[in-house]
């Protein structure tokens, strides 16, 4: 029998886009991540809430987001327990693991939940096929692996 050697698949190196804030990787789809959430700058890609915590760091980190123009139309495939890896612009990486998937409905404040430890959350219109303003949200949520 010939035996087939496994060689495990290396990690590919995202770069990160001079003045984003950092790089997101779902599914193997690469997201970039401005530094603001400001209408303009959500019309291009997704943004982190800078008054968040960082990636890696103690608390919360909240990424919004447009569910349209491919920018976070992969949530709609992620699932509990798939890794999110978030790579800085320093190189470091860190890989998170979704905890949770939730809907909220339009009327219900999006409140960044107070808890202990290295979180993750990003948040998008649901539902994903929807033209105009969608009436609901999506929040993953996932927390330092």
């Known amino acids: 029998g010939g035996q087939s050697s496994e060689t495990p698949t290396p990690i590919p190196q995202v ?57 976070f139309q992969v949530l709609k495939d992620v699932s509990y327990g798939d890794s999110i890896l978030v790579t800085m612009p320093d190189g470091k990486m860190y890989t998170y693991v979704i905890e949770s998937t939730e809907i909220l409905d339009s009327d219900e404040e999006l409140r960044i939940p107070t808890i202990s430890g290295k979180h993750l959350m990003l948040t998008t219109c649901y539902p994903f096929y929807y033209t105009g303003h969608a009436p609901k949200k999506y929040v993953v949520l996932a927390s330092l692996a």
């Open 15 to 71: 770069s990160v886009p001079k003045g984003a804030a950092f790089v997101l990787t779902i599914r193997g789809k690469n997201i970039t991540i401005a530094k603001k959430i400001d209408e303009q700058t959500l019309e291009r890609s997704p943004g982190w809430l800078d008054s968040s915590a960082k990636p890696g760091k103690e608390g919360v980190c909240v990424v919004y987001g447009h569910r349209n123009r491919n920018h």
